[in-house]
């Protein structure tokens, strides 16, 4: 999920490096092994570079192939036939276990305190902030609600939250979660 800041520092650098001029493409390429969604930064280029002189520019990724793994366990060839053999370490644990537990803990409490909570995870420029703010202000007179945002970077949605008279904690998340 850590495409919307990706996509933020593409768009400043394009504009650090065309100082000011209109730019009608961006060509990007994202390895298939980066852990980036291509599609996920394609979502919202267009709403992303709004109002700066990448509006309207197309924005072009390719996305080369990885490394072939072939049948032989522990074997890879490169698309240009080198023959690589990668360190494996095996892993036999529930990365998550300690999460549940944690989540569990937090439900329990929440609970006890009659308090809901809801969580909303998805892809960037989805709604997950838009939508409950512009309903939770409707239902300003009703309802006591706040947010608990994660960003990986920004506080970007705790200010719009907040702009909006809710309360809200931000967590900068860093590189784990989005």
Same mark, same amino acid.
């Given at each position: 999920?850590?495409?919307? =800041?990706? %996509?933020?520092?593409?768009?400043?650098?394009?504009?650090? %490096?065309?100082?000011?001029?209109?730019?009608?493409?961006?060509?990007?390429?994202?390895?298939?092994? =980066?852990?980036?969604?291509?599609?996920?930064?394609?979502?919202?280029?267009?709403?992303?570079?709004?109002?700066?002189?990448?509006?309207?520019? &197309?924005?072009?990724?390719?996305?080369?192939?990885?490394?072939?793994?072939?049948?032989?366990?522990?074997?890879?060839?490169?698309?240009?036939?080198?023959?690589?053999?990668?360190?494996?370490?095996?892993?036999?644990?529930?990365?998550?276990?300690?999460?549940?537990?944690?989540?569990?803990?937090?439900?329990?409490?929440?609970?006890?305190?009659?308090?809901?909570?809801?969580?909303?995870?998805? =892809?960037?420029?989805?709604?997950?902030?838009?939508?409950?703010?512009? &309903?939770?202000?409707?239902?300003?007179? %009703?309802?006591?609600?706040?947010?608990?945002?994660?960003?990986?970077?920004?506080?970007?949605?705790?200010?719009?939250?907040?702009?909006?008279?809710?309360?809200?904690?931000?967590?900068?998340?860093?590189?784990?979660?989005?």
């Amino acid at each position: 999920m850590h495409e919307l =800041s990706i %996509r933020q520092s593409l768009i400043d650098a394009v504009l650090d %490096r065309t100082g000011g001029q209109a730019v009608t493409g961006v060509s990007l390429r994202i390895g298939s092994l =980066s852990g980036v969604l291509p599609d996920a930064l394609r979502l919202c280029f267009d709403v992303a570079s709004a109002g700066t002189t990448l509006a309207g520019a &197309r924005l072009r990724i390719e996305e080369p192939q990885a490394h072939e793994h072939s049948r032989e366990p522990g074997h890879t060839r490169t698309p240009d036939g080198h023959a690589h053999t990668p360190e494996l370490i095996p892993l036999e644990q529930n990365l998550l276990a300690k999460n549940g537990l944690l989540a569990e803990r937090n439900r329990g409490w929440l609970a006890g305190r009659n308090v809901r909570a809801l969580n909303t995870m998805n =892809s960037p420029c989805f709604g997950k902030t838009t939508l409950p703010v512009l &309903r939770l202000t409707e239902l300003v007179d %009703r309802l006591q609600a706040g947010f608990i945002e994660g960003d990986q970077e920004t506080s970007l949605d705790a200010d719009r939250i907040r702009k909006a008279g809710r309360p809200v904690v931000q967590i900068n998340t860093g590189a784990g979660a989005g």
